[in-house]
Structure formats: C-alpha cells, structure tokens
C-alpha cells in the first residue's frame, strides 16, 4: 500500500473515530446512553446550564433588536428607551446582562471541570477543541457587545482595547510589527473609534458571531451525543443512570432553578448597580475619559496583570495559553487526572484572586511602588 493510501486510511479512520456517524440513530442516544455516577457528576449539568444561558442570550438580544438602533447619534437613546419607556424593556435588558454573566462563568467553570475530568481524551479531541473555540468566541461576544449602549465608559475602555492590539506590534519582527495596526482598523473600521467602528461591532455580535456559534455548537452537541459522557474518573464508575429520562429531567430542573435565579436578579438588582461611575452618560468625543474605567469583570485576568506587569510579557502569557487550550488534548495526552485536577485547582485559584481581589493587589503594588 502507498504512503498516499495509507495517509488516507489513518485520516479515515481518525474522522470514523472522532465522528462516529453509525451511531447517530434513536436507540443510542436515547435508549441506550447512560451517565456515570460518581463524585463529579455534577459537573456533567454544566454544559447544559451553559446552552440554557447562551439560549436566554439569543432570545432576550432578539426583543432588544426590536428598539436598539446601532448608530453613533441614536445608540444610546435607543438603550435609554428600552430601559425607560418600553413595556418590561428594563426587566428583559437586564435578563440579558446577567445571563451572559452567568454564561461566561458556567462555561469556565465547564472548561476547567472537563479538563479535570480528561474528558479530551482520545477520541474526544475535536469535543474539546469546539469547546475551546466556543469559550474564545464568548469573550469576543463580550468584547463587542460592551460598546453598543455607546456611553463614555464603553467607548473609552473600546479605545483602550484597541490601542493594546496596535501596543503589541512593537514586539514583533519585521513586517509582523505592522499586523496589529492594519487588524485594529480592520475591527475599527477606520482611523478612530466612530459610526463603522459601531457597525462593525454590531454585525459581528449579532449575526456573525452567533453564526460561527451556531455551526460549531452544532458539532459540538452532535458529538457529544455520539460519543456519550465521558467516564470523568480513574475507576470505572460503579453506578450509572439512564440519559433519558431521568437525567433529562434533572437537567430540566437545573434549568427551571437558574431561570428563577436570574428571574430576581433582573427584577431585582440592575447589573450596572455593582459599577461606581455613571454608565448611562452619554458618550462625549470631546469629554475626559473616566476615570478608573474597567472592562467587564471576566476580562479582570488580563486585565490586572496588563496593569502590573510588562505588555510583551502578558502578550505572551496570552498566545502561550491560548496555544496551549487548543492543544490540550495532545499536550496533556499521558497526563494524569490527578494531575490535571492539580492544575484545574491552580486555574481556579488564578482566576478567583485576579477577579476578586485584583483591584486589592493592584493598589497595594501602586502603594509600594509610590
């Protein structure tokens, strides 16, 4: 046999492997697909929990595009009015911040119990990797719904962002240094933050995006399906339960209790309650950036150690562990679990200090320094 036959034969297989098609049919995903029971099944709750979130997202961002104009004269007035004036506008806007607050978080909190669990292990590897891309893709998500209200926090922290994706090209060689310039007026859309800066973010939070999450969400959830929950433990579990019905309907039931947490919150609490500046400003061209502005607190663990450490170093910090999410499964191929729950605890710990305490850390440093 050729090397050509036998290179096909391997890429066959892989994909047979990876997708395996025969199985897509009744009688095993839902007659016969059971779910381990042991001491991290909870952890099996959290990708659904994350679906319900992202589906709570796209229909509230539905109602919302009803009012919202997407144009630098009347994108703020339109948030006001929602906010004000519309029947139940405030109660579904702020069922929509929330909810991607609780997205984020169960998506993290997804990611690292997977890994813990090996869940990437052969052949689950593309598993993964679509979840990978769907967690970068949730913070772009993030990224480009910030600047839509279009008040003066969101489009200064918008500039700020910006100007760190054109900082970079100074680190680079050659003509890899002008990249950056040309990729932020790409997402600029021209020489300053302004009406196609707008657009752009516009297109690309509402109906490019969600394209992209559409289709690999598809794939993501079809292969799970094929390949079943992943055994998550060293031992075999002793004791399993059948998918349907039983954990269907606790999945349900997670469900029916996060809508009636997030229920309150938008009732209750407004989400830019937690903010100590006045978000609903108007943005100014000509007015002073405000001070002590932040992004979003699931951007605090780039964002604290922009403010601490060098640029260049953060910068590689950041394509080192983007690098490394998507290759997790074959860099951590031999690892053990108990290892990887070493890590995953690690992780945590990183992002718990960095979220909550790094403002704390960040004035002790400027205390010493001055």
Same mark, same amino acid.
């Given at each position: 046999m050729s090397d050509k036959k036998k290179g096909l034969k391997r890429l066959v297989e892989f994909m047979y492997d990876r997708l395996p098609m025969h199985k897509f049919n009744f009688e095993h995903i839902v007659l016969e697909k059971e779910v381990p029971v042991h001491r991290m099944s909870w952890a099996y709750?959290?990708?659904?929990?994350?679906?319900?979130f992202f589906m709570v997202q796209v229909v509230t961002g539905i109602f919302l595009l009803f009012y919202y104009q997407p144009t630098v004269s009347d994108a703020h007035a339109s948030i006001e009015y929602i906010t004000k004036y519309v029947n139940n506008g405030f109660f579904i806007r702020n069922l929509h911040t929330w909810s991607s607050s609780c997205m984020i978080l169960c998506l993290v909190v997804h990611a690292i119990t997977t890994f813990a669990m090996k869940a990437f292990a052969p052949p &689950? $590897?593309? @598993?993964?990797? !679509?979840?990978?891309?769907?967690?970068?893709?949730?913070?772009? *998500?993030?990224?480009?719904?910030y600047l839509?209200?279009?008040?003066?926090?969101?489009?200064?922290?918008?500039?700020?962002?910006?100007q760190s994706i054109e900082e970079s090209g100074h680190y680079l060689p050659g003509f890899l240094s002008g990249v950056p310039?040309?990729? &932020? $007026?790409? @997402?600029?859309? !021209?020489?300053?933050?302004?009406?196609?800066t707008l657009?752009? *973010?516009?297109?690309?939070?509402?109906?490019?995006l969600p394209l992209i999450v559409f289709g690999i969400l598809a794939m993501h959830l079809l292969s799970v399906q094929l390949h079943?929950?992943?055994?998550?433990?060293?031992?075999?579990?002793?004791?399993?339960?059948?998918?349907?019905?039983?954990?269907?309907l606790k999945d349900l039931i997670v469900w029916g209790v996060a809508f009636l947490g997030i229920f309150i919150l938008a009732?209750?609490?407004p989400f830019e309650s937690f903010y100590a500046f006045p978000l609903f400003q108007a943005y100014n061209a000509l007015g002073a950036t405000p001070e002590g502005i932040k992004p979003e607190w699931y951007f605090y663990?780039?964002?604290?150690?922009?403010?601490?450490?060098?640029?260049?170093?953060v910068m590689i910090g950041m394509i080192v562990t983007g690098t490394v999410l998507l290759l997790t499964p074959w860099i951590f191929k031999n690892t053990s679990r108990r290892m990887l729950t070493i890590i995953a605890w690690a992780i945590t710990a990183y992002l718990v200090i960095t979220t909550l305490f790094g403002n704390v850390i960040l004035e002790l440093v400027k205390g010493v320094k001055s």
């Open positions: 709750y959290l990708g659904g929990l994350t679906l319900f &689950r $590897e593309m @598993i993964w990797v !679509g979840g990978a891309a769907m967690l970068i893709l949730t913070f772009a *998500f993030g990224f480009t719904g839509l209200p279009w008040h003066q926090i969101a489009v200064n922290a918008t500039k700020v962002m910006l310039h040309y990729m &932020r $007026e790409l @997402i600029q859309g !021209g020489s300053v933050v302004g009406q196609a657009s752009r *973010f516009f297109a690309l939070h509402v109906v490019i079943g929950m992943s055994q998550g433990v060293d031992t075999l579990p002793k004791k399993t339960e059948k998918f349907f019905p039983f954990f269907i009732v209750c609490v663990f780039t964002y604290y150690p922009l403010e601490l450490l060098p640029f260049w170093l």
